[in-house]
C-alpha cells in the first residue's frame, strides 16, 4: 500500500450504526458458513453458484468508516467496515433498497483485527508505509491465505453484504519484503472475486490502476483513490465500456478539477475526508 490507500483507518467498534445494532450474525441462505469456507480449496472457489448483483454506472456510492452512520444518503450502494457493521445495520440498509459493500483487506494483516493471529509469520512481510500496525501479506502463498480470506468473506455474507471490496491487492508493485510478480498477483486477485461471487457476492476491486486489463472480467467494480490527482482516472476505461460501476474518492482536488476527470472518464467522483466519516460531495 501507499499514502493512496486510506481506507483503513479502522479500529474495532469505531463506526456506531444510526440505527438499531446488536442483532447475532446469520447466514443467508444457501451461503457457505465460515467453518466450511475455510475448507474451501482454490479450485472450488471457482464454482459461481448464481450471479452475483449487479453494480452498474448509475449506482451511487456512499462509504463511511468512521462516526454515526448516517443512512438519509441518497446513494444506491453504501460500504461499511465488514468486522465493525451489525446484521441489523445491512437490514436496515437493504430495507432502505440499498446495496452493502464489505470492506476487507485481503494484501495485508491489520495488527487489530481478531483473526491477525492466523496469519503465519512466514507470509507475513513489511510494514506498510505509514501504517505501522499493518504489514503486507506474501500473496504467493495461497494454499495458507485463501482460507483465511474464505472464512472472512463467508463472514461477509453470513451478514448479509451484496458485495465485498478487496483492499491492497497491489502487493507486487511495492516494497512488501517478497519478490512478487505480477502474475502471481493477478493469480491471487482472480481467486479473492472467485470467493464473493461464490456467496452470490460482486467483487469489487481497489486501485491497482495496471492491473485492469488483467482483472475486467473478473470483477464486478471498482473503487478507486485520488486518480484525478495522480490523472489516472482514464485506466478504468474497461470497466467504463464493461458497463461496471467505478467510483473515485478524491481527499485533495478542487472539486471543480475532480469532477471535471470524473466526466472526463466517465467514472463517479466525490470529495472525501481522510477519515471517510459520513461528510460527501459528490459531482
Not at 469456507?37 to 472457489?45: F, L, P, Q, V, Y
Not at 462509504?63 to 443512512?71: E, P, S, Y
Not at 505509514?130 to 485463501?146: C, F, H, I
Not at 473503487?223 to 476505461?237: I, K, N, P, T
Request: aromatic letters at 8%; hydrophobic letters at 45%.
Amino acid at each position: 500500500m501507499t499514502a493512496r490507500r486510506l481506507c483503513a483507518v479502522l479500529t474495532a467498534g469505531f463506526l456506531t450504526a444510526g440505527v438499531v445494532a446488536g442483532s447475532a450474525a446469520t447466514p443467508v441462505a444457501g451461503a457457505t458458513t465460515a467453518s466450511e469456507a475455510g475448507a474451501t480449496t482454490a479450485s472450488e472457489s471457482r464454482r459461481t453458484v448464481a450471479a452475483p448483483p449487479r453494480l452498474g454506472p448509475a449506482d451511487t456510492l456512499h462509504i463511511q468508516f468512521a462516526g454515526r452512520l448516517d443512512t438519509k444518503v441518497a446513494a444506491r450502494v453504501y460500504e461499511l467496515d465488514g468486522q465493525n457493521s451489525t446484521v441489523s445495520t445491512i437490514r436496515a440498509l437493504h430495507r432502505k433498497g440499498r446495496k452493502v459493500v464489505c470492506y476487507l483487506s485481503a494484501g495485508s494483516v491489520e495488527a487489530y483485527r481478531p483473526d491477525a493471529h492466523s496469519f503465519p509469520p512466514a507470509v507475513v512481510g513489511k510494514t506498510l508505509d505509514g501504517w505501522p500496525d499493518e504489514r503486507w501479506l506474501d500473496v504467493r502463498q495461497t494454499g495458507v491465505l485463501l482460507p483465511i480470506m474464505a472464512r472472512r468473506v463467508a463472514a461477509c455474507a453470513a451478514k448479509g453484504f451484496d458485495a465485498v471490496e478487496f483492499d491492497n491487492v497491489d502487493g507486487y508493485a511495492n516494497d512488501t519484503g517478497f519478490p512478487l510478480t505480477r502474475t502471481q498477483q493477478v493469480r491471487y486477485d482472480r481467486a479473492l472475486a472467485d470467493l464473493a461471487h461464490r456467496h452470490r457476492m460482486a467483487a469489487v476491486l481497489k486501485n491497482a490502476p495496471d492491473l485492469v486489463p488483467s482483472l475486467v472480467r473478473s470483477f464486478d467494480a471498482a473503487l478507486v483513490e485520488q486518480c484525478a490527482q495522480y490523472d489516472e482516472c482514464a485506466a478504468w476505461r474497461p470497466f467504463v465500456t464493461a458497463r461496471k460501476a467505478v467510483w473515485d474518492l478524491e481527499y485533495r482536488v478542487p472539486y471543480a478539477r475532480a469532477c471535471a476527470a470524473g466526466r472526463a472518464a466517465r467514472i463517479q467522483v466525490q470529495l472525501k475526508r481522510l477519515s471517510l466519516d459520513a461528510y460527501r460531495r459528490a459531482c
